[in-house]
C-alpha cells in the first residue's frame, strides 16, 4: 500500500471507530426508549448488533485490516467477517423493526412507502440480491479489482462497503426475520440459496486453482480453502433459520380446548 494511502486509511479507521461506537449507541438508546411503549426487546438483538458491529470493526480496524492488506488470507478472514458474518448478525438484530418503532408515524409511514417501492421489490429479489452479492465476488477475484482495491482508497471504500450490503441484502432477502414487504415462497428461496453457495463454493476452488492477480499462489490456496469452508459453516446456519422457518410455517396446529364443567 501507498504511503498516502496508509494515512488516509488511518483517518478512515478513525471515521469508522466513531460511526461504529455512534451506531452502538443510537440501536441500544431507541431500544431502551420503546420498551415504555412496546414489548421489551430481547437481549439477544442487542447482543445480535453488538457483535456485528465488532466483527465489521475488526475486519477493518487495527491488525487484521492491516494484515488484510499484506496478505490474503488475512484478506480472507476479513472477508468473512465483513461480508458473511457481520450481516447475518445485523439482520438477526432487525434494525428496521426497530426504526420503525422509534419514529413518528409521520416518517413510519414515509418508510413504509419506500419499503413498498419498486426499486426496493426489484433488489430484495433474492435472485437479485444473489447476483449482487456473489457477481460482486466474482469480479473482484478474477478482475483487476483485487489489485485496485489496494492502491485506492475509492475502490477500497467501495468494495467493502458493497461488500457488506450486497450480503446484508442476500441474507435478508433469504431469511425473513425483520420487517419484509415483499415476500416470496419458501421454495424460491430455498433454490436460489442452493445456487447461490454452489456460486460461492465455485468461486472459491476457483481462487484456489488461480490466484486473484498480485496473489502468490500459496496465500490463494490457503484463502481459497478459508472462503470454502468458512462460508460454508455460515451458510448452514442460513439453511437451518430457513428451513426452521419453513416447518414452522406447514407444521400442523393442534388445538386442545377444555370443556368446563
Known amino acids: 500500500m501507498h504511503s498516502h494511502l496508509f494515512i488516509e486509511n488511518i483517518y478512515f479507521q478513525i471515521i469508522l471507530v466513531i460511526l461504529l461506537i455512534v451506531l452502538f449507541i443510537i440501536y441500544t438508546v431507541a431500544a431502551i426508549i420503546t420498551n415504555n411503549k412496546y414489548r421489551k426487546w430481547p437481549f439477544s438483538r442487542y ?18 485490516a492491516d494484515f488484510s492488506h499484506r496478505n490474503f488470507f488475512g ?4 472477508h468473512l467477517l465483513l461480508g458473511m458474518i457481520s450481516p447475518l448478525l445485523i439482520a438477526l438484530s432487525i434494525p428496521i423493526t426497530l426504526l420503525l418503532r422509534s419514529i413518528n408515524v409521520y416518517n413510519a409511514r414515509k418508510l413504509t412507502r419506500i419499503l413498498k417501492s419498486h426499486l426496493i421489490q426489484f433488489i430484495s429479489n433474492p435472485i437479485v440480491a444473489s447476483l449482487l452479492n456473489i457477481g460482486g465476488l466474482w469480479c473482484l477475484y478474477t478482475t483487476n479489482l483485487y489489485m485496485y482495491m489496494h492502491q485506492s482508497l475509492f475502490f477500497y471504500l467501495f468494495i467493502h462497503l458493497h461488500l457488506f450490503l450486497a450480503s446484508y441484502l442476500f441474507t435478508i432477502s433469504i431469511i425473513y426475520i425483520d420487517i419484509t414487504i415483499h415476500r416470496y415462497s419458501y421454495f424460491y428461496r430455498a433454490i436460489i440459496l442452493i445456487l447461490a453457495l454452489a456460486g460461492h463454493n465455485i468461486l472459491s476452488k476457483y481462487v484456489y486453482a488461480t490466484p486473484p492477480i498480485s496473489v502468490p499462489k500459496h496465500e490463494a490456496e490457503i484463502g481459497g480453502m478459508l472462503m470454502y469452508y468458512g462460508g460454508d459453516m455460515v451458510d448452514i446456519i442460513l439453511i437451518l433459520i430457513l428451513c426452521y422457518q419453513w416447518y414452522k410455517s406447514t407444521a400442523p396446529r393442534f388445538v386442545i380446548s377444555q370443556k368446563n364443567n
Open 75 to 78: 484478506h480472507m478472514i476479513s
Open 47 to 64: 447482543i445480535f448488533w453488538t457483535l456485528g458491529l465488532l466483527s465489521i470493526g475488526i475486519s477493518l480496524v487495527g491488525p487484521l
